[in-house]
T-cell receptor
Framework: AQSVTQPDIHITVSEGASLELRCNYS??????LFWYVQSPGQGLQLLLK??????LVQGIKGFEAEFKRSQSSFNLRKPSVHWSDAAEYFC??????????FGKGTKLSVKP | NAGVTQTPKFQVLKTGQSMTLQCAQD?????MSWYRQDPGMGLRLIHY???????DQGEVPNGYNVSRSTTEDFPLRLLSAAPSQTSVYFC???????????????FGPGTRLTVT
């Protein structure tokens, strides 16, 4: 069955520090992968997506993610975190029903 | 172009009451879906539709009903509300169920439902 695992429930980083959020997926074929961000009380905003081609994907707000087929991973990175990045982040893979299968999310806190 | 709209934003129901959550999109998308979000669970698919007149069940369909009479609208009905249906509900749409590099699922702002 298709699934997405985000091993870290909550991460705290200092402002200006680098960030990596982990995501592992289970999917038989070439996956369509996504990262979304959700601020408190808000909807979901797409940060970036991977369909094929270059395994390093650039997104909005300075985020990037790298697809590693051998590790079934699609980790999200940012070189320098800003206080406004505090939010919950969801990794997702496109399912066979056309839907998105989401991980349980990683909550990011940013220390001043 | 309003994107995906949902009404109401907040709703409180008593156990056993019924209601309809509204979802509309103005992007001429064929594919529409409903998710529920619960703390620590991510988003889970309730029902989806690949076009007008076609609907199917997702991961957690029990207690919910949908219909798709037009391309634009995809309402979600709670037949007899239960406290377990307390959640945040998101509607989403995209061009098709197949997807592709230029396709993307657009999410509505959500409806926060409390069942007492």
């Amino acid at each position: 069955a298709q699934s997405v695992t985000q091993p870290d429930i909550h991460i705290t980083v200092s402002e200006g520090a680098s960030l990596e959020l982990r995501c592992n997926y289970s999917y038989g074929a070439t996956p369509y992968l996504f990262w979304y961000v959700q601020s408190p009380g808000q909807g979901l905003q797409l940060l970036l997506k991977y369909f094929s081609g270059d395994t390093l994907v650039q997104g909005i707000k300075g985020f990037e993610a790298e697809f590693k087929r051998s590790q079934s991973s699609f980790n999200l990175r940012k070189p320098s975190v800003h206080w406004s990045d505090a939010a919950e982040y969801f990794c997702a893979v496109r399912g066979s029903q056309g839907n998105l299968i989401f991980g349980k999310g990683t909550k990011l806190s940013v220390k001043p | 172009n309003a994107g995906v709209t949902q009404t109401p934003k907040f709703q409180v129901l008593k156990t056993g009451q019924s209601m309809t959550l509204q979802c509309a999109q103005d992007m001429n998308h064929e594919y529409m879906s409903w998710y529920r979000q619960d703390p620590g669970m991510g988003l889970r698919l309730i029902h989806y539709s690949v076009g007008a007149g076609i609907t199917d069940q997702g991961e957690v369909p029990n207690g919910y009903n949908v219909s798709r009479s037009t391309t634009e609208d995809f309402p979600l009905r709670l037949l007899s509300a239960a406290p377990s249906q307390t959640s945040v509900y998101f509607c989403a749409s995209s061009y098709s169920e197949v997807g592709g590099p230029k396709d993307e699922q657009y999410f509505g702002p959500g409806t926060r439902l409390t069942v007492t």
